[in-house]
């Protein structure tokens, strides 16, 4: 790597304890004097350095005195302990040893000893429990200290406003800067003081032998810091709070399954002598035909699976046990806090501070009476700035919904194509395909995955927008800089993600008119009609296709891309021996873990929890796909923590912050969404007024379902635009007298006064919908703000 044009070079704090590496680059003489000025800005501070090289990169090795780890432990007021708690604290649980099979042991889960603590204050350090000085301060707070250091330290004579390691590394002085793992994640350190807690983390969390083990988060907060322990915390609640939904999920797809022969209206409809006598008007114009209700026999039974009863009761569930996860999940955090010392927490300086990028940008300067002169963007620049980058997340939002209409067209498109050429199907008779593959499948499952693709397109490019726009921005901190790029992100994924999910569950089949007046998209493509069996089937495809593929291509990118990324950098390693291939030459080998790593996190959890709470209603399964993708997803990110990246610098947080009011926004969204899906989506509530209001005969209260939801046409009114083309109508529909055909919808029959208008019916069943989703959510929001939220304390 050293070439007549540059040097690389590595600096790196050497001991067990405190680990750091920075790269740099030295392209000319310049870089030359900023580095050396940098280094002697480190030597001012007492950090004590060494140069180290293999021939072609040269390593600084830095290892930080007890007194500089005093004087700035007192300067950041980091709390240690004083004196030992002797307040007895009783843990009995009864049956715990029902739990032993799951527990790690002892020396792994490390418990935090209960301790008073205070801040740190060198002039009183007599007072607290000193017992080694070597390992008196852990690693986390060891490396967050030399990473205060490092970004405090200026690099010019001229400009004392120059410094910090992260302009440095902006501006291509430096490459990198991380701290060292403590060992080789396969085998434990020779050195026998050294803890080897990277080797006891990979044997005992991130291999996935261990997926059904506790996680040890005492460990991995003492190693990587509380932020990164609150990620895996909050990821292991989330988990566990799933596998109650996916209980309950499964016992109503059981349910479904166990019912199936009491599935009354899908017998009518695979009934000859009456879904087999029931012609059905053409679901598009031209190229469809008429064709017999008995042909969506299949399709029926498949959507009782998801549409029946247990329905219902799941939509209820789910809006209880959101409640109970947000709620919990507090009381949850807030155990940590207390168990981490995490309370009244002010955030992180490092976080806090200015970024380099705002101080570079900003040429303008003002009077603080604290910091005295500092940079700043006057609101003119801020607001155009703001502007622009408003506009730009609308115009991708607006191509959002572009994608989804062209979509909507190919469906529209490609409908009357499949229902020509699959003759076993709505319009027409043959054998070859089977009852499965119909016109209204085929679309919704190539439709899916071409909506999928584009996705997945999107989120790739905006990605790389949010990003410039967010840096075009100029936020002032790091904090600032996360909440604005979350926000963009997750209004785009969003919509990206879910668009597609809310139009099959609310614009599909409700907008489409009757034969004689059909409603047409753009006047030219007629508006999607459902099945007779409701378009819930439909959306559940959706949402599997959408929510599966997107699980699998992000275990994919978590897990294969870093892997191939670190062999390809590390093959030239395998050439020297062993020896000779150091321990921060193996960590700069492995990729860098950025400052928005855990924003990435988060996304991929939050817009998964959406999925399961939003449509929940039409897929019960939902919960436990997405239980099993986060037992492999725990096991996946502790994997390439430990061995896939260079440690990250450790940083305290005390809550997932924005992400925990997006949580709680999303949850008050899927009751308003999975009580729309019952009422408008799925077959329940017409069902329940039939079966109470409507029929006639007590002894079988279900029958004539079918044909009493079916309202009348006579063919003779339809007009020549919607008539299909010669040859597009089955054998038997010229061999009978045929003068009528039933579509799914409640109006008057033909001759009536009011012919074609909505029955009484209709506003019946209309007015049960909206009491059931004021009854639906008045009862969640009263329980989620009288009750549940005061019951669980936190």
Known sequence: MCYHSYLDITLHIFTCYCSFIINCIIRHIISQKVTHQFLL????????????????????????????????????????????????????????????????????????????????????????????????????????????ILSRCSYSKEDKDKKGIKRLLNNGTYVAAFPLHDCRYWTKSIDANCESERYALYKYWARFSSFYKEQPLNLVRKYYGEKIGIYFAWLGFYTEMLSYAAVVGLLCFIYGLATFDENVWSKEICNETIGGQIIMCPLCDKKCGYWKLSTTCSSSWQSYLFDNTATLFFAIFMGIWVTLFLEFWKRRQARLEYEWDLVDMEEEQQQMQLRPEYEIK?????????????????????????????????????????????????????????????????????????????????????????????????????????????????PRTHVEYENKLTVKMFLFQFVNYYSSCFYVAFFKGKFVGYPGDYSY???????????????????????????????????IQEALVPWLRNWWVSRSARSHPESLYSRWEQDHDLQSFSQLGLFYEYLEMVIQFGFITLFVASFPLAPLLALMNNILEVRVDAWKFTTQFRRPVAAKAHSIGVWDEILNMIAVFSVVTNAFIVAFTSDMIPRLVYKYAYHLDTESTM???????????????????????????????????????????????????????????????????????????????????LKLKYLIAN
Not at 395 to 406: M, P, T
Request: one cysteine or more.
């Open 521 to 555: 998209m753009f006047g030219k493509w007629r508006n999607e009609e459902c099945e007779p069996g409701g378009c819930l089937i439909e959306l559940t495809t959706q949402l599997v296709i959408v929510m599966v593929g997107k699980q699998v291509w992000g275990n």
């Open 362 to 474: 900003c040429t303008h300067r003002r009077l603080n009476q604290v910091t005295q002169m500092e940079p700043y963007l006057p609101l003119t620049s801020k607001c155009a700035r703001s502007v622009l980058s408003g506009a730009t997340v609308l115009f991708w939002i607006s191509l959002i919904f572009a994608c989804i209409i062209a979509v909507i067209v190919y469906r529209l498109a490609v409908f009357a194509a499949f229902a020509g050429i699959m003759k076993d199907s709505p319009t027409n008779n043959m054998d070859l395909i089977g009852n499965l593959i119909t016109p209204q499948f085929a679309t919704s499952v190539t439709a899916s995955c071409l909506n999928f693709i584009i996705i997945m397109v999107l989120n790739f490019l905006y990605e790389h927008v949010a990003i410039k726009i967010t840096d075009m921005e100029v």
């Open 703 to 785: 029958e004539g379902y079918i044909n009493n939801s079916l309202s009348v046409f006579n063919i003779s009114e339809i007009p020549e635009k919607n008539r299909p083309e010669d040859g597009e109508n089955p054998d038997w529909f010229y061999s009978s007298n045929i003068t009528t055909c039933r579509y799914r919808d409640y109006r008057y029959p033909p001759g009536h006064e009011k012919q074609y208008t909505y029955t009484m019916q209709f506003w019946h069943i209309f007015a049960a919908k909206f009491a059931f989703i004021i009854i639906m959510e008045s009862t969640f929001y009263g329980n989620k703000n």
């Open 41 to 148: 800005s480190l030597n001012v501070t007492c950090l004590s350095f060494q140069e180290s090289e293999d021939g072609r990169t040269y390593f600084l090795k830095i290892h930080v005195p007890w007194e500089v780890l005093a004087t700035y432990a007192d300067v950041l007021k980091i709390k240690v302990p004083f004196k030992a708690n002797d307040i007895p604290d009783k843990k009995d649980v009864p049956l715990s040893w029902l739990c032993t099979p799951y527990r790690l042991p002892e020396h792994v889960m490390q418990p935090e000893p209960d301790y008073f603590t205070a801040t740190f204050d060198k002039s009183k350090i007599d007072f607290f429990l000193i017992e080694d000085k070597e390992t008196f301060f852990p690693p986390s707070t060891r490396s967050r200290i030399v990473y205060y």
